[in-house]
């Protein structure tokens, strides 16, 4: 039996493989810092919430501020303004048609609201629809409700039984782009049951980083509105700059019925989420009926120093160069990519503004592939934070990340790769 020298249970880690732990002391920018003086490059935006880097001054600024003023406060019948003034950022950030902010803490729990505000606009009216149709490969979260509406497998099977059924559509390949849509189109036509359609736009991040076009993304919100199913757009991890436009729905110029964010809402500094949602479905709730009350909350809805810093981040993207910064570090992903090309072990590079992902060629493919923790702990060593999803290595870098840590991750990247094929 394992001998215990810490009682933390650590997430998405298999410990009698893991049994050690690298303990950060403290990060800058793009940098972690172990307690034994190691310098480490974030390239994975410490699970794709860090956007301008770690520790940003002007965030630090804002929770320091807040926190001397309010700490919590409860979010029913009470309000505060930085919760007030994020809100109104946000409508003015995200596509026109959002109108109201449902607060929570975490993209699971925004998943989790968007699914009940579905639910609830088709009850409320006294109409039956509550099927949802998902896609393939998708992750929303993993609570009993986002894995319901998430890829069926390795991770959820022991839950199984409890999770809810719901209509599956393919991933839109390359090519078979129109099976997707024909696809969505007989289900939302064959199932008058339909209230929603849930999707990663762009890109499906913890499916392994399979992107897909804007187009095929226009023309299934075209497809939910023609049969008035909900189009509800997973931002969690599209959001914030990361497919190269502030939203990944900015791009096939979209606006979802609903919408959630979380990840680099703060700028990846504290947690927080939030569900936005078309006025009908809050006008669905509206009512002296208190049944149709919107029944959700988290103890620690809106918190006011996640808001204060969340309304730092998002005066940035307001104001500050964050746009530019974007483009060069999707400039400096493409240019990366394409020195890797020549690395014939390497299969399906791919991009959407600042994500890179590319496929390493094993016949062992798939989330529990060995290759996936070997290169994780080299990559370690190396001074490289890079988590590969089974054979699939992806960087997604903070964008504060310089030239030099670029040619030093791709070069980490490349070595792996060369070692692995020597070996
Ligand atoms: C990370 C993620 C979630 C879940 O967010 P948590 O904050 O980990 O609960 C949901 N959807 C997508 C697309 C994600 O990437």
Not at 359 to 377: A, F, P, R
Not at 386 to 413: A, K
Request: net charge negative; aromatic share 10%.
């Amino acid at each position: 039996m394992n001998k215990i020298v810490s009682p933390v249970w650590h997430p998405f880690t298999q410990h009698a493989i893991f049994p050690e732990f690298l303990e950060i002391e403290y990060a800058n920018g793009a940098y972690l810092y172990s307690n034994d003086g190691q310098q480490i490059i974030d390239a994975i935006s410490s699970w794709w919430v860090i956007t301008h880097g770690h520790c940003h001054p002007r965030l630090q600024q804002a929770a320091k501020e807040q926190m001397e003023r309010l700490d919590q406060v409860i979010f029913a019948g009470y309000t505060h303004e930085p919760a007030e003034r994020t809100a109104k950022m946000l409508i003015d950030l995200t596509p026109a048609g959002l109108d109201y902010v449902f607060f929570s803490d975490s993209g699971s729990t925004a998943v989790e609201v968007g699914l009940k505000m579905a639910l609830g606009y088709w009850h409320h009216q006294n109409i039956t629809r509550n099927r949802v149709i998902v896609m393939e490969h998708s992750y929303h979260g993993d609570t009993i409700g986002t894995m319901s509406v998430g890829e069926r497998g390795v991770f959820n099977q022991p839950y199984n039984p409890l999770l809810f059924s719901v209509e599956t559509i393919p991933f839109p390949t390359a090519s078979k782009e129109q099976v997707t849509l024909d696809t969505l189109e007989s289900k939302c036509k064959q199932q008058p049951e339909a209230a929603a359609f849930i999707v990663e736009p762009l890109v499906l991040g913890a499916g392994g980083m399979l992107m897909y076009s804007a187009d095929t993304l226009w023309e299934m919100k075209r497809i939910c509105e023609k049969y008035d199913v909900l189009f509800i757009a997973d931002e969690v991890m599209t959001a914030w700059g990361r497919t190269g436009s502030l939203f990944a729905c900015d791009q096939a110029n979209i606006v979802p019925d609903i919408a959630c964010y979380s990840k680099g809402i703060t700028g990846g500094f504290l947690p927080l989420a939030v569900t936005l949602c078309h006025s009908r479905i809050f006008n669905a709730h509206y009512s002296t009926d208190r049944s149709k009350t919107f029944f959700h909350s988290s103890s620690y809805t809106a918190n006011p120093i996640a808001c204060a810093v969340a309304a730092a981040n998002l005066e940035m993207w307001q104001k500050d160069k964050v746009k530019e910064q974007i483009r060069a570090t999707a400039a400096r992903q493409t240019q990366k990519l394409t020195e890797m090309a020549t690395l014939e072990s390497l299969t399906n590079l791919r991009q959407t503004g600042t994500i890179a992902a590319m496929d390493i060629q094993v016949s062992d493919s798939g989330y529990l592939s060995e290759i996936g923790t070997q290169l994780y702990l080299r990559f370690q060593k190396s001074g490289v934070l890079l988590r590969p999803l089974g054979n699939t290595i992806y960087v997604l870098p903070p964008y504060c990340m310089s030239d030099n840590d670029f040619d030093t991750v791709y070069g980490v990247i490349a070595e792996a790769i060369f070692n692995l094929v020597e070996a």
